[in-house]
């Protein structure tokens, strides 16, 4: 059963966004490898580690092939390599490049995949609500977030229906365009009617409202937690600025 | 009466402050951009080239952000309906496509139909709010929010020229947009990620590095082989469904009739 971390969704977000700069710009594998071991701790003690590993695998997998063959097999610098077989040409710093930007790559996908499994979905709409941005920008969120799962069932539906009148079963390309047509113009036809029906009842009901609006929803926050997310901000600024002077001072000296 | 039922009157403050956004999130688009390509940052691993990656998605995504609020308050509602269904249809048929391993994206769908019925803005907004969204489940997507609101502002400046009113004229104008959304989107691939996230891509990027060009070059000319050909089928299928919708409802935007988006073209 996962569990549910009783945080306020800008706090989760602003110490993603932290920790993610400044990883990032510190640029050390046993700093990033430290905080993917410490996102999947957090994401086993959230019930969601096989979710976590799934879905940073399935991204991950593809992107480290790819800048293992830019940069791992077809590197240009001038150090020896250590294997070459017509253009291609592998050196250690090839490899090390490729390392490098994979982990940057792993702890982004990584440190954001966790947050959008630990964040109440109902919680951030209402975050979003409660706070001075504009209130089109919750309700585009709630209604997507609530329309992925209907508009995901309507289209199986839709395919099971074009399968009971035995159609779209071709294949090839022609096959592939007809399924893809008779899936796709139903679903948006019905979709785009039901936006419309939404927003005639909308509109009548003074859609967007003008001035403070009250919510039965409230979202957990306190003063330690408004502290943490303005000190996860200037570290988010000021944290990758910092290190990247004294790297730079460093290699000066 | 509640104010809830009166039309909110625009003042010029209000006015102001979204040109200023606007003004300033292109500003911050084209500077980056500009300053990517003429300074082409080397070493992206290593020193200060972590900086460059955490600058270059900063700005992108600031510069999207800027452009979202600066048309959010601007959209009716209709159009705000329709934006949650194109994000949706976004994702899911980006994943039908997807499953049925036809080597292209058309994960924009949504967004371009959006900008042929309701206008660049609006496209531009649902370009974004796109990226914010999927960047919940894929987070890598997110300093290319920038790209997708420009494949909606595109979308939306094609249907107002006229590419709706003949159907060859669509693919046409998604050949065009795929070319510039590729050129804008490729320092962010370079120099946040390092190249592409694909394998097959990958590998066309690795075939036109081993050739001697530099990866600023290699990655833009995988993006302009990709993505032409993507925006192409993505704007001639987003044209079909705009002809099959019912005149009532595409006839209900404003957009449409003001600009006469269809021509003589009459749906059902």
Not at chain 1, 217 to 231: F, H, L, N
């Amino acid at each position: 059963m996962p569990r549910t971390i009783h945080l306020h969704p800008f706090t989760i977000l602003a110490v993603a966004v932290a920790v993610v700069s400044t990883t990032t710009a510190a640029s050390q594998w046993w700093l990033s490898c430290a905080v993917l071991g410490l996102c999947l701790l957090i994401s086993g003690w959230a019930g969601q580690l096989k979710k976590l590993s799934v879905l940073s695998g399935a991204m991950l997998l593809p992107t480290l092939l790819s800048l293992l063959l830019i940069h791992g097999l077809v590197s240009r610098d001038n150090s020896p390599a250590i294997a070459q077989w017509g253009p291609v040409r592998v050196t250690v710093h090839g490899l090390e490049v490729a390392l490098s930007l994979g982990l940057r790559t792993a702890v982004l996908v990584v440190v954001g995949l966790l947050c959008g499994l630990l964040i109440d979905k109902h919680q951030l709409v209402a975050a979003i609500d409660l706070s001075p941005v504009p209130p089109q920008l919750g309700y585009l969120l709630a209604a997507t977030h609530f329309l992925l799962p209907q508009m995901g069932e309507k289209q199986r539906r839709i395919g099971e229906a074009q399968t009971l009148r035995r159609v779209g079963t071709g294949k090839g390309v022609t096959g592939w365009f007809q399924r893809v047509r008779l899936r796709a113009v139903p679903l948006v036809l019905a979709s785009m009617q039901d936006a419309q029906d939404r927003a005639v009842h909308l509109s009548a009901r003074g859609f967007p409202a003008i001035g403070t609006r009250t919510r039965l929803r409230t979202v957990p926050d306190s003063s330690a937690q408004r502290a943490i997310r303005w000190i996860a901000i200037v570290v988010a600024v000021l944290g990758p600025v910092l290190i990247l002077v004294l790297a730079q001072l460093g290699s000066k000296s | 009466m509640s104010p809830n039922l009166l039309l909110s009157e625009e003042t010029s403050t209000q006015n102001l402050r979204r040109r200023l956004l606007a003004i300033a999130g292109t500003v911050i688009l084209v500077a980056t951009y500009l300053t990517l390509i003429i300074t082409q940052p080397t070493g992206i691993a290593e020193g200060l080239g972590q900086g460059v990656a955490l600058g270059t998605f900063a700005a992108y995504l600031v510069a999207a952000v800027l452009l979202l609020l600066a048309v959010l308050s601007d959209l009716q509602v209709s159009t705000l309906t329709l934006i949650p269904v194109a994000l949706a249809l976004n994702i899911i048929l980006g994943q039908f496509v997807g499953s049925v391993m036809v080597p292209l994206y058309l994960d924009s769908i949504g967004t371009v139909i959006v900008g042929f019925l309701a206008g660049r803005r609006a496209g531009a907004a649902t370009g974004v709010l796109s990226t914010l969204v999927w960047s919940l489940f894929a987070p890598t997507v997110l300093p290319f929010a920038a790209g997708a609101a420009l494949v909606g502002f595109l979308a939306g400046t094609a249907a107002r020229f006229g590419a709706l009113r003949r159907v060859y004229l669509a693919p046409v104008a998604g050949l065009v947009a795929g070319v510039l959304v590729g050129v804008v989107s490729s320092p962010v691939a370079t120099f946040v990620y390092g190249g592409t996230s694909g394998v097959g891509t990958g590998a066309v990027v690795a075939a036109f590095r081993s050739m001697g060009d530099s990866l600023l070059s290699a990655v833009t000319k995988q993006a302009l082989i990709s993505d032409p050909g993507d925006k192409a089928v993505v704007f001639l299928i987003a044209a079909l469904l705009v002809y099959a919708l019912p005149q009532r409802l595409s006839g209900s935007f404003a957009f449409v009739r003001r600009y006469r988006v269809l021509g003589k073209r009459v749906s059902k």
